[in-house]
């Protein structure tokens, strides 16, 4: 099944085991112009937008994000209020999970 609109919707906080520690922060999505949008705000205070998200099969949720230096393709399952897997990059793949607020 493909995640609903309305189940990814609102502000998520994350976290992003990586070798070099946590990363935490918020994902906020919502809906504009027809399409799902979506950000991401980090706890050290930066702010970067989704280049792309999608919503695809077997409840997955797909987004890329530009950082300016690599492109980070997040694929995470939906699964009520919780969302878990991973961030890939060029430098290698990440788990995450969610958790929304």
Do not use: H
Not at 82 to 96: C, D, I, L, N, R
Request: hydrophobic content about 30%.
């Amino acid at each position: 099944a493909v995640p609903k609109e309305k189940d990814v919707l609102g502000t998520w906080k994350y976290k992003v085991e990586t070798d070099e520690g946590e990363l935490t922060g918020t994902l906020k999505f919502e809906k504009k112009d027809g399409a799902l949008v979506g950000e991401v705000n980090t706890d050290d205070g930066q702010v970067f937008t989704f280049s792309k998200v999608e919503l695809r099969e077997n409840d997955v949720l797909y987004c890329e994000l530009d950082t300016g230096y690599e492109v980070l393709e997040i694929s995470v399952s939906v699964k009520g209020k919780a969302m878990e897997g991973t961030v890939g990059s060029p430098g290698g793949s990440f788990p995450m999970t969610c958790e929304k607020l």
